[in-house]
């Protein structure tokens, strides 16, 4: 069992940056890929980005490929994303999620937190 709690979600400014944060219970976190997904208002959930069990591959999502970075400290249950040069479109509650396998695929996530609403003005 593993559990999530998302934090560092906010209201910026366009071309504004933040670092969201997703604390995981239980002492086999580090045996899980991590990834984080996003829900705007009226559209299905998306895939963001992921990192591997030891963080030695990430993989992300075109549309923030270069602007955020997934990262993680197997020492401190947590995984975090840093986004930068945020835009309107990036307006959507952010999830942290765990799987067995790195995956770009929410179906294949076992665990998931309840999200934090990250807001970007224009």
């Known amino acids: 069992q593993v559990q999530l709690v998302e934090s560092g979600g906010g209201l910026v400014q366009a071309g504004d940056s933040l670092r969201l944060s997703c604390a995981a219970s239980?002492?086999?976190?580090?045996?899980?890929?991590m990834g984080w997904f996003r829900q705007a208002p009226g559209k299905e959930r998306e895939f963001v980005a992921v990192i591997s069990w030891n963080g030695g591959r990430t993989d992300y999502a075109d549309y923030v490929e270069g602007r955020f970075t997934i990262s993680r400290d197997n020492a401190k249950n947590t995984v975090y994303l840093q986004m930068n040069s945020l835009k309107p479109e990036d307006t959507a509650i952010y999830y942290c999620?765990?799987?067995?396998?790195?995956?770009?695929?929410?179906?294949?996530?076992?665990?998931w937190g309840q999200g934090t609403q990250v807001t970007v003005s224009s």
């Open positions: 999620a765990a799987s067995l396998m790195d995956s770009f695929y929410e179906g294949s996530y076992d665990y």
């Open positions: 239980g002492r086999t976190f580090s045996t899980y890929a």
